[in-house]
């Protein structure tokens, strides 16, 4: 079911459905701008034009762009240059959430996380040995 919203653009009322986060005329606007900076990188010369070129040349606000790309719309993989900020440390980065140096730091920090409780696991193991005594 609809739920009424705010704009965050416009701040005019519009029914959110889930499936766009503004109202109708902001996702247009949007759109026609998504199509604008989709003709300039089409351009052979314009295709490994990195954020800042891309916002210099059609004027797009930067956190537009991170979304299109963080979204799919617009392809790393076509684009190379072409990248969001990464969640943790603010560098550009072309899949998930975090870039590559972040998730290494926490796979290493979950990897000691994991040691350290092995390791206080079977200190209290051994510490709740029971012991036989020979009487009966």
């Not at 766009?20 to 199509?35: G, I, P, S």
């Not at 799919?72 to 560098?91: E, K, V």
């Amino acid at each position: 079911m609809a739920e009424l919203r705010n704009c965050p653009e416009c701040d005019a009322f519009f029914n959110y459905t889930g499936l766009r986060e503004v109202c109708h005329n902001c996702a247009q606007k949007e759109e026609d701008l998504y199509q604008e900076v989709y003709r300039f990188l089409r351009k052979r010369e314009n295709r490994a034009a990195n954020v800042d070129r891309i916002v210099e040349a059609t004027g797009v606000e930067r956190d537009l762009l991170y979304k299109w790309v963080r979204k799919g719309r617009l392809h790393p993989a076509m684009f190379p240059n072409l990248g969001y900020p990464c969640d943790n440390c603010g560098r550009i980065t072309n899949s998930g959430k975090l870039c590559e140096k972040c998730q290494n730091e926490l796979k290493s920090e979950l990897r000691t996380f994991d040691a350290a409780k092995e390791f206080r696991d079977g200190i209290e193991h051994r510490d709740r040995a029971t012991y036989l005594s020979g009487k009966k």
